[in-house]
């Protein structure tokens, strides 16, 4: 999964440099250095499914690398994500030598971001399934300094339910065809984490199935109260909105200490169009 797969002999030195120079935006906003590895993984599966629809591959390769460079100034900054994104990369890809028209290529795909392009947006998703997708979960969450009960009900039920429902989440066909191995394998990863981390915690863990507009919600249930140890949680299932998602979220109170958790789902907010996204979902063809 290396950039030499895709990339020739006089990119690999820019796309060093390109990972340095999202480690300092990173290490700058957030004080974390999580990006890298998500981002090498969404350039991979966005350069094989960008070859399989005859696209540029190296394009899609250095978009999905850049694809979250800028964000966490924008946000700070209260900007438009998507263009600040694409202002930014094309300014780092140029001062780096890159050549104009590919600096242009690579920042057209990033002002539609993983929303508008179905390419980089299937490579995002994809990125979260499988063994890696996995590890850089736990190293996101670990970063953030979540405990092993925190990371599990709140930050788990997103992946699972992406993994369950993977076709509802994707727009081409080359990346189902990837994803429909990695999915299985995210789920039964998943699984055993969670019977691992209940043998550990005992706090009563477990997955918890609810369908919400036509798609299966996988949430982290807990029977138990993580802060006082006492069982007969109450929950209830609320809509939410995150900043760029909407889905729902299973909410834990204890009625005993008062402690809360809860754990959301986003729903598919893609809309897919153009002749780029190949074997198309729903929204593409409608």
Same mark, same amino acid.
């Given at each position: ?70 964000? #966490? !100034? %924008?946000?700070? +900054?209260? /900007?438009? @994500?998507? *263009?600040?994104?694409? =202002?930014?990369?094309?300014? &780092?890809? $140029? ?91 995210? #789920? !039964? %990863?998943?699984? +055993?984490? /969670?019977? @691992?981390? *209940?043998?550990?915690? =005992?706090?009563?863990?477990? &997955?918890? $199935? ?77």
């Amino acid at each position: 999964m290396a950039a030499t797969s895709v990339l020739p002999g006089e990119l690999w030195g820019l796309v060093a440099r390109l990972l340095e120079a999202l480690d300092r935006e990173e290490l700058r906003f957030s004080g974390t250095r999580t990006l890298r590895g998500h981002s090498l993984l969404v350039a991979y599966y966005a350069s094989v499914i960008a070859a399989r629809l005859g696209l540029d591959p190296v394009v899609y390769y250095l978009a999905g690398l850049l694809h979250d460079y800028g964000k #966490l !100034e %924008a946000r700070a +900054r209260g /900007l438009d @994500e998507e *263009e600040y994104t694409a =202002g930014a990369a094309r300014g &780092l890809l $140029e001062g780096l030598g890159a050549p104009r028209q590919l600096a242009e290529a690579v920042a057209e795909v990033l002002r539609r971001g993983t929303t508008g392009d179905p390419v980089l947006g299937d490579a995002d998703v994809v990125s979260k399934l499988g063994l890696r997708g996995l590890a850089e979960f736990v190293a996101k969450w670990t970063a953030r300094g979540s405990d092993l009960a925190g990371m599990l009900v709140e930050g788990l039920p997103r992946e699972l339910t992406v993994a369950r429902n993977v076709d509802r989440y994707l727009c081409t066909g080359a990346a189902r065809e990837i994803a429909a191995q990695l999915a299985g394998e995210t #789920l !039964e %990863a998943y699984r +055993r984490l /969670l019977e @691992e981390a *209940e043998e550990a915690l =005992g706090l009563g863990l477990r &997955l918890e $199935e609810r369908s919400v507009e036509d798609v299966t919600a996988v949430f982290v249930a807990l029977e138990r109260c993580p802060r006082c140890l006492r069982e007969g949680l109450e929950k209830r299932l609320e809509p939410r909105r995150g900043r760029v998602c909407r889905g729902y979220k299973l909410v834990h109170w204890c009625p005993r200490c008062g402690w809360t958790g809860s754990g959301g789902v986003c729903l598919p907010r893609r809309r897919c169009t153009g002749s780029e996204a190949g074997d198309a979902c729903p929204a593409c063809r409608g």
